[in-house]
């Protein structure tokens, strides 16, 4: 080959290789970018796989939590269902209980209706009954007329009263008597009835003057009225405390006899206690012999002042310890106050009776009687 040729061979084979060397550079590019590019991808890949791992762990952790979240639910579900079950049940009991309340309710309002219908019929019936007691008793005008000086303290525990005074004059004779029956109210209503009936009988009608033998046929009056009888298998003890005088102002004398009562006599500005017989009248034990009751007669003078009286006013609670007010305070106060007018008496045992009984009950009937003869 001749020379010149080779000379312009060469740069071909230069320019050709060249060629390929760019060709081959940019195949190198190409797949250098494609290996960039598949790089890039499974960089991408592989970090989309790490965060599906861990959504894959967080969402298995959030089901977890779920399932315990549903379960706690659910027991807490069944928890309420329970409470309200029973909530149920006792708002039905409730609803129950509300209408046996209504009706128990409307029952005590009947009762309370009935109650008081009967009550006021009661009460209708006592008020009728202290107008018969009282109708009873002597008149105030009537022992003014035959005792001008004296006067009367009497205050009944409830409407009706165990207690009674009874005065009666025949000629020249003034009879009082002073009695506190067994009970009181209704039952010593009744007995008061009894005892103003028998004395009525044996001093008016029998003119029974003698005050032993008036107890001693009042005594037997009761007995028979309330048909005791010692040989009985029941014992019955009701009867009266009762003290009586036989006023003779001609003779200048007072007759007393007391059945389980004491009296006080005021001569010669000297107070005497007259104690009575241990004896109440009506009494009926099978073991307690017959009882003889005993007469105290009393010279008088001008100024002398008898107090016949029931346990009422002594016995009652007050003061500032709520005790009794006893026979020896009772006794000091009719002393310290016996010269004034009996009106003026009156008025202070009144005072007295109610000051020292203040907010406390009177516990039984009250029977004071003062005589002053002149």
Not at 108 to 115: P, S
Not at 338 to 358: A, C, D, P, V
Request: proline share 3%.
């Amino acid at each position: 080959m001749p020379e010149n040729h080779k000379k312009k061979t060469i740069p071909k084979k230069i320019k050709s290789l060249e060629e390929k060397i760019m060709e081959l550079e940019k195949a190198n590019s190409k797949l250098q970018k494609a290996y960039d590019k598949s790089r890039h991808r499974s960089i991408e890949i592989f970090g989309k796989q790490v965060d599906a791992r861990k959504a894959k762990n967080f969402y298995e952790f959030e089901g977890d939590l779920l399932r315990n979240t549903n379960k706690a639910l659910e027991e807490k579900n069944i928890k309420l269902l329970k409470a309200n079950a029973k909530a149920r049940r006792r708002t039905i009991d409730l609803f129950g209980k509300h209408i046996d309340l209504k009706k128990a309710k409307k029952q005590i309002e009947l009762q309370n209706t009935e109650l008081e219908k009967k009550n006021l019929q009661i009460n209708d019936s006592l008020n009728y009954a202290k107008l018969i007691q009282e109708a009873t008793l002597p008149k105030k005008d009537y022992i003014e007329k035959i005792l001008p000086n004296s006067f009367i303290f009497f205050k009944p525990r409830d409407v009706v009263s165990g207690d009674f005074y009874w005065f009666e004059k025949i000629d020249n004779l003034i009879f009082a008597a002073a009695v506190d029956c067994t009970g009181h109210g209704v039952p010593g209503a009744f007995m008061s009835m009894i005892g103003t009936t028998l004395l009525n009988e044996i001093v008016v009608e029998n003119k029974t003057f003698d005050t032993a033998q008036i107890l001693t046929k009042l005594n037997l009056g009761v007995i028979h009225s309330l048909n005791q009888r010692a040989d009985s298998n029941f014992v019955q003890n009701d009867g009266m405390d009762i003290t009586i005088c036989c006023i003779n102002k001609e003779k200048h004398s007072i007759d007393i006899s007391c059945a389980g009562h004491t009296c006080y006599v005021i001569n010669n500005e000297t107070l005497s206690t007259i104690r009575g017989d241990i004896f109440p009248v009506g009494d009926i034990f099978p073991n307690r012999p017959k009882p003889k009751f005993t007469q105290h007669s009393v010279k008088i003078n001008k100024e002398s002042t008898i107090y016949m009286f029931s346990d009422g006013f002594q016995d009652q609670f007050g003061g500032e310890k709520n005790e009794k007010y006893l026979s020896s305070n009772f006794k000091k106060l009719l002393w310290k106050n016996h010269n004034l007018s009996m009106k003026k008496q009156y008025e202070i045992l009144r005072e007295q009776f109610n000051t020292w009984k203040g907010k406390y009950q009177q516990i039984d009937d009250v029977l004071v009687i003062g005589i002053n003869i002149s």
